[in-house]
């Protein structure tokens, strides 16, 4: 055989070899029709976040892995799509993480009040290695953690009477988050707290059922709240971080290269999802301007919240961990320093 004809057998046989590759590879990731619901707007940054992460899936996939969004708590609540995820019936869920807590309270850590002073400070606690370790225990419920997305700092509306003063809350009915940190919180601030599914928020806010709640003002404004309610009270009491969940029986179902594309879009759409967030908040608050009162608290006042609630923190500190809060604590201290 001459040279010539040696090599272009050669380079044949290479082709083969990478088609017989790419052939092998492909069949590494399925076609997948995977659904992932969320009790927030479609148009929200979470459920943009939702979004990015559904095309990202898509676009690593080759088209083969679809992901379809079921936003509005269409499929069911907060924690009812926990149990389908768990259960298998459902792939992919987000939710707060004080929801979270109720599979493990140790995620209560991320919901004690006044803990961070921005977003920089919560994305590297929720990024940093006790989010780490959390998400990744996770799996003894069925579960899969992804990350933890933002949801923002939390902030007051009510229908009665702008929040200036701590006084202000006294026996106003607040919808909470079923979680007992955030009943304990409202309830030492003189409020009347009523845990409530999100799905629910609106109609009894409209019915007079319920005098206010507490979000993120993007939530505020992406759920209508203006509509039924007309204070809106900047306090940023409590931020809350959205884990990203992935039901482990979809998971173990999955090869190496299709957890790779789940994995890269999850972070991918985090990335984007935390930007949007950011960008939402001062833009949501002029919204918000125009058809709320909207009042700041000053720092003053803030800081006799802080003291009023602080029993609410040694409270949950001990219930949480005391390893796990000063794993935290140090953390932030370090964080800090450094500024």
Do not use: C
Request: proline residues 4%; glycine residues 8%; hydrophobic residues 45%.
């Amino acid at each position: 055989m001459n040279l010539h004809l040696l090599k272009t057998t050669l380079a044949i046989a290479g082709l083969a070899f990478a088609a017989a590759s790419g052939v092998a590879q492909a069949q590494d990731i399925k076609e997948r029709n995977l659904r992932f619901a969320f009790s927030l707007a479609k148009d929200h940054p979470l459920g943009q976040g939702a979004q990015k992460f559904a095309d990202a899936v898509a676009a690593r996939s080759g088209g083969k892995m679809k992901v379809s969004l079921f936003p509005n708590a269409v499929l069911g609540s907060d924690p009812q799509n926990l149990s389908a995820v768990r259960g298998g019936t459902l792939d992919f869920t987000s939710m707060a993480t004080g929801i979270v807590a109720s599979l493990d309270k140790q995620f209560m850590v991320f919901d004690l009040p006044f803990l961070f002073n921005d977003a920089k400070e919560a994305y590297a606690i929720t990024d940093g290695p006790v989010a780490t370790r959390l998400l990744d225990g996770l799996s003894a419920h069925g579960l899969v953690g992804l990350g933890i997305w933002d949801l923002g700092f939390r902030n007051m509306t009510n229908s009665k009477r702008p929040i200036v003063r701590a006084e202000d809350m006294q026996g106003l009915k607040m919808r909470v988050i079923s979680s007992p940190i955030f009943i304990d919180l409202f309830t030492t601030l003189g409020a009347n707290p009523l845990p409530m599914t999100f799905g629910e928020v609106y109609g009894a806010l409209e019915s007079k059922a319920i005098d206010g709640q507490d979000n993120p003002v993007a939530v505020i404004e992406s759920a209508k709240f203006a509509e039924v309610q007309k204070y809106l009270s900047i306090t940023r009491h409590v931020y809350t971080g959205m884990p990203f969940m992935m039901s482990k029986k979809t998971w173990d179902g999955m090869s190496a290269d299709e957890r790779k594309v789940i994995r890269e879009a999850a972070q991918e759409a985090k990335t984007e999802e935390r930007k949007l967030t950011q960008q939402k908040e001062a833009q949501a608050i002029d919204n918000l301007r125009k058809t709320m009162t909207v009042n700041e608290v000053s720092e003053a006042e803030m800081a006799r919240w802080r003291q009023k609630v602080q029993p609410v923190m040694d409270k949950f500190s001990r219930e949480i961990g005391e390893g796990v809060v000063g794993e935290v604590n140090a953390e932030l201290a370090r964080m800090r320093a450094a500024r």
